[in-house]
């Protein structure tokens, strides 16, 4: 499994070697415009989202509707978004959710992946099949509901969190990392007297800072990205995480069930939402996964492969 | 994605090797400090999945939530009746509806949707420009860490009814049609956003799978005349091959989950008799009107048949002569 991780050569320049005929012109064309196309598919909605929501009544009247070409810059939709109300709240409430949701998931992922690190420790097997057994055996909606109900976290943000907090994928993966570390590193450690809680902190976590990164993302977008949790565990729409008020406020017209209440935004009434502000507030959703992206993108591929392929 | 079993490392085994010999007490005070790091986490999950997993067990149970004083006092106290819920449950034609929905959905991606990553992988590994294809994997990627709701939202701003399309179309005089909301083409609909989502995602996989295989392989088929189809059939597809087989068993033991929020999201826009799957079933028959019995039947159900086809498409695998999921733990 951690042969995974050396056996991915760094992505270098690929010349044609000397056996190798040139490919046919024409295919090689029609490959660069499948792969223009699949690029603009995802930046075209994403600079168009953008666009209209920086443009002004005007402009937006005169496309009829979403503006791909910009006139002018008119931050009025996010003034007006951010001047309280629904959605400032819910852009605060997701943030606290991401970041206390992280740390507590980072902290009990890798306490435990490295607790598991070690074959031939007390109760190391039992252990690792109760933890594996999460994937073949799990709990449906209806009495994770009851259960989660039963603790008293309904409208509460724990309910947003505590379910959810460990992922049992990403425990593998930061374990199989763990196991990868040369033992010697470790032994030396611990003859010179270190206990297990400093070869973590000291030893094994500076090593592992490529697989605590790419953890960290995964979970931090399922935090942000939290939507049916509190759906079934958020009534109270002062708590609604942004996705909840995204939904609410964009597709809601599209399906008005799943709002449950009518759609009431304070702060918001007294301007008609109009085209722009909802296409601010999808932008504030999608910048910050924007924003930490560049930093962990490099892992990607080390993060998911250790999970994915067998070594 | 796969679960990663491997419960021997061969430098672990030499590290611990002197250390089974220990006797019981002192190696529990050894390990004490890593029991102590694991049990955070098994009890969240004690609390979180495995008590819900039991929980199940009212689904041979008319459950009354109001009996007692706790959740599990009303378990107690709720009286036990067989398979009357599991009755109900196959008596619904919703139920049935929403199962062929799922299984439809599963079987049209796998045909659509599963071929498209390794395609995609196939053209990026071609792209000779390391900063090009830097940049195209970075793009593609990115959706994967949008929410259902943010997805949506793309697909309705774009070809929805008051869309970028329809208005373009109604400048130039043409008559919109209904993407978003015909429920006979929903099944295109639902796969076209899991490919805008996920297939750049996906990619990964295979694109490492490419880069793993022998340079030399193509080399001595292209000496031996192979050209550029023959060599892609024959070296690069069963090169790939492991990871393809890989990833259809874990689709395919997992047909009956397509996903819940993308389906919720549109449910009332499209219509449940295409748009309900197994997923919203239970949320709109059992937790909205609190049918608590029926819906863990419904569950039930679903981890049940999961489970078997998890362990079918591994025994397949096997047979196939491939690694499957997991084996048999070694030494």
């Known amino acids: ?311 | 994605m796969t679960i990663p079993v491997s419960t021997s490392a061969p430098a672990a085994i030499a590290r611990t090797a002197p250390a089974t010999r220990s006797p019981w007490r002192a190696r529990l005070r050894r390990d004490a400090p890593l029991l102590l790091m694991t049990a955070p986490a098994a009890l969240l999950l004690l609390l979180f999945h495995y008590a819900p997993t039991s929980g199940n067990l009212i689904a041979f149970q008319d459950y009354n939530p109001f009996l007692g004083e706790s959740a599990f006092d009303a378990f107690l106290q709720s009286e036990w009746v067989g398979l009357a819920n599991f009755q109900v449950l196959f008596a619904d034609p919703a139920f049935w509806e929403s199962l062929r929905n799922t299984l439809s959905i599963t079987l049209f991606q796998l045909v659509f949707f599963f071929p498209l990553p390794v395609v995609l992988a196939l053209l990026l590994h071609g792209v000779a420009s390391p900063r090009w294809r830097g940049f195209i994997q970075n793009v593609v990627y990115l959706p994967h860490f949008f929410s259902w709701v943010l997805v949506i939202t793309f697909f309705v701003q774009m070809l929805g009814g008051a869309g970028l399309l329809a208005q373009e179309l109604r400048q130039h005089g043409f008559v919109p049609w209904e993407l978003l909301t015909n429920p006979s083409t929903f099944l295109l609909l639902v796969t076209a956003e899991a490919v805008w989502k996920d297939v750049g995602w996906g990619s990964i996989v295979f694109l490492a799978a490419l880069s793993a295989i022998d340079p030399s392989l193509y080399e001595a088929a292209a000496v031996d005349g192979a050209g550029r189809w023959r060599r892609l059939w024959h070296i690069t597809l069963p090169g790939l091959r492991p990871v393809i087989v890989l990833l259809a068993i874990l689709r395919l033991g997992d047909a009956l989950s397509v996903g819940f929020e993308q389906y919720l999201l549109q449910r009332d826009a499209v219509g449940q008799q295409a748009a309900e799957v197994l997923d919203t079933y239970v949320y709109f028959h059992a937790i909205v009107p609190q049918q608590w019995g029926v819906g863990a039947a419904a569950g039930l159900f679903k981890s049940l048949v999961g489970l078997v086809l998890i362990l079918g498409a591994n025994r397949l695998a096997h047979r196939l002569g491939e690694a499957g999921i997991y084996q048999k733990a070694r030494g």
């Open chain 1, 1 to 311: 499994m951690s042969q995974a991780l050396s056996t991915i050569p760094p992505p270098a320049r690929r010349r044609r070697a000397a056996w190798e005929e040139a490919p046919p012109r024409i295919e090689d064309a029609g490959k660069s415009v499948v792969l223009a196309l699949v690029v603009l598919a995802v930046l075209f909605p994403m600079w168009s989202v953008v666009v209209t929501s920086l443009a002004s009544r005007s402009t937006i009247n005169a496309a009829g509707g979403m503006v791909v070409i910009p006139r002018e810059l008119d931050l009025s939709a996010y003034v007006t978004m951010f001047h309280g109300g629904q959605v400032s709240r819910a852009l605060w409430t997701s943030l606290l959710l991401t970041l206390g949701g992280t740390a507590l998931s980072l902290a009990l992922t890798v306490l435990a992946a490295y607790g598991l690190s070690r074959p031939g420790s007390i109760g190391h097997r039992s252990l690792l099949m109760y933890f594996l057994l999460t994937f073949l055996v799990y709990p449906g909606l209806v009495p994770s509901y009851l259960v989660v109900t039963g603790l008293g976290l309904k409208d509460t943000l724990w309910a947003l969190i505590l379910p959810n907090a460990l992922s049992v994928f990403n425990l593998m993966l930061v374990r199989t990392f763990f196991m990868g570390i040369p033992s010697e590193l470790i032994d030396s450690a611990r003859i010179d007297g270190a206990s297990e809680w400093r070869i973590l902190w000291s030893i094994v976590l500076p090593l592992s800072r490529a697989v605590v990164a790419v953890v960290g993302l995964f979970y931090a977008v399922g935090y942000w990205n939290a939507y049916f949790n509190a759906v079934l565990y958020i009534d109270d729409n002062d708590l609604w995480p942004i996705q909840r008020v995204l939904q609410s406020f964009i597709l809601a017209g599209q399906s008005p069930h799943v709002a449950g209440a009518p759609v009431n935004l304070p702060g918001l009434t007294a301007y008609p939402p109009t085209l722009a502000i909802k296409m601010a507030v999808v932008v504030v959703t999608v910048l910050p996964a924007l924003l930490v992206y560049p930093f962990v993108q490099r892992h990607f591929t080390k993060g998911v492969l250790i999970g994915a392929v067998k070594g």
